[in-house]
Nanobody, 119 residues
Framework: QEPLVESGGGLVEPGGSLRLSCADPRIILSTFWANTWAWYRQTPGNERELVAESTPSSTTNYADSVKGRFTISRDNARKRVYLQMNNLRPEDTSVYYC??????????WGQGTQVTVSS
């Protein structure tokens, strides 16, 4: 399957902000709405961990470590999912992955985007 497309990673100083974007170029709007969308992150030697999730009912869930700093959102017109990351910390440094789960349970991942928080 064609992977999801992520963008927006980069190098930022502590306290700075980044916005990650995730898109599926082939998705139709009704499928976009019905999917669960999530952002995960993974550092070398560690398991991939959930950062934020947005369900079809518009419920959002966040890892405790990012609550109050990160926001997941959907743009229906552009069929994109965003992760706004504010007040970034060095421990947020990771590869961030976008994930979608459709109504049949089919899972798709992006290829990841590097976020580095350093002065």
């Amino acid at each position: 399957q064609e992977p999801l497309v992520e963008s927006g990673g980069g190098l930022v100083e502590p306290g700075g902000s980044l916005r990650l974007s995730c898109a599926d170029p082939r998705i139709i709007l009704s499928t976009f709405w019905a999917n669960t969308w999530a952002w995960y992150r993974q550092t070398p030697g560690n398991e991939r961990e959930l950062v934020a999730e947005s369900t079809p009912s518009s419920t959002t869930n966040y890892a405790d470590s990012v609550k109050g700093r990160f926001t997941i959102s959907r743009d229906n017109a552009r069929k994109r999912v965003y992760l706004q990351m504010n007040n970034l910390r060095p421990e947020d440094t990771s590869v961030y992955y976008c994930k979608s789960i459709d109504s049949r349970g089919t899972v798709r991942w992006g290829q990841g985007t590097q976020v580095t928080v350093s002065s």
